[in-house]
């Protein structure tokens, strides 16, 4: 069963406006931690922001936040003044413990590719 | 900025060779991870180590591949005869502890993409 949708295969948006990346989810652990990380095309993985289930409030870093909606199982990234240099892909991810070896893996959606037009 | 290194960025090989990867995590970080990402789809753990030992290799094709990390530092996964099938991005991440942190991050390397002909 997947565990993080992402339903938005590619999005559009022009330079200096805000857009929403959707991310749903799927856990009956109380516990757990979600993830947003950006993928240029040269190839790494990097780390944007985190949200846990316990957060109070959303997550916010810089021009990147969460918009954390639990009853829902949603966790959208939104990104205010987009950028040129913002295309690339967007993976949800979530922190899923081996109920085996107590260790934590992430689980990832399969993406949304962001085009920021001038 | 301390980063995870990964070595070669590129690879390209022929069916039924060998290939290995390399790659040195964040000085400190106690966990380490292979990844494989196939074109258009997110990254999907291969194995997982704590320190020396492997925490979880359960989708790690044991067959062909094979990941150690002996000193609990540095880690190599190899690739033995490789295949068509196996052409993607393999990546390397590294987290703190590990464990049940709600907060431990995994931090990436830029990856080594792989064509296999």
């Known amino acids: 069963a997947q565990k993080i949708t992402q339903t938005q295969p590619g999005m559009f948006v022009q330079e200096k406006e805000a857009v929403t990346l959707d991310c749903t989810y799927d856990?009956?652990?109380?516990?757990?931690?979600l993830f947003w990380y950006k993928q240029p095309s040269s190839g790494e993985m990097i780390f944007l922001i985190y949200q846990g289930s316990y957060d109070q409030q959303n997550a916010t870093e810089g021009r990147y936040s969460l918009n954390f909606q639990k009853a829902r199982k949603s966790a959208n990234l939104v990104i205010s003044a987009s950028q040129l240099g913002d295309s690339a892909m967007y993976f949800c991810?979530?922190?899923?413990?081996?109920?085996?070896?107590?260790?934590?893996?992430?689980?990832f959606g399969t993406g949304t590719r962001l085009l920021v037009s001038p | 900025e301390a980063e995870v290194a990964q070595s070669p960025r590129y690879k390209i090989t022929e069916k039924s060779q060998a290939v290995a990867f390399w790659c040195d995590p964040i000085s400190g970080h106690a966990t380490l991870y292979w990844y494989r990402q196939i074109l258009g789809q997110g990254p999907e753990l291969l194995v997982q180590?704590?320190?020396?030992?492997?925490?979880?290799d359960s989708q790690l094709p044991k067959d062909r591949f094979s990941a150690e990390r002996l000193k609990g530092v540095d880690s190599t996964l190899k690739i033995q005869p490789a295949e068509l099938g196996d052409s993607a991005m393999y990546l390397c991440?590294?987290?703190?502890?590990?464990?049940?942190?709600?907060?431990?991050?995994?931090?990436f390397g830029p990856g080594t993409r792989l064509t296999v002909l």
């Open positions: 856990t009956s652990d109380p516990s757990y931690g």
């Open positions: 180590f704590q320190d020396e030992s492997v925490v979880d």
């Open positions: 991810a979530m922190r899923e413990v081996s109920m085996n070896t107590g260790f934590q893996k992430l689980v």
């Open positions: 991440a590294s987290s703190l502890s590990g464990t049940v942190v709600l907060s431990d991050t995994q931090y």
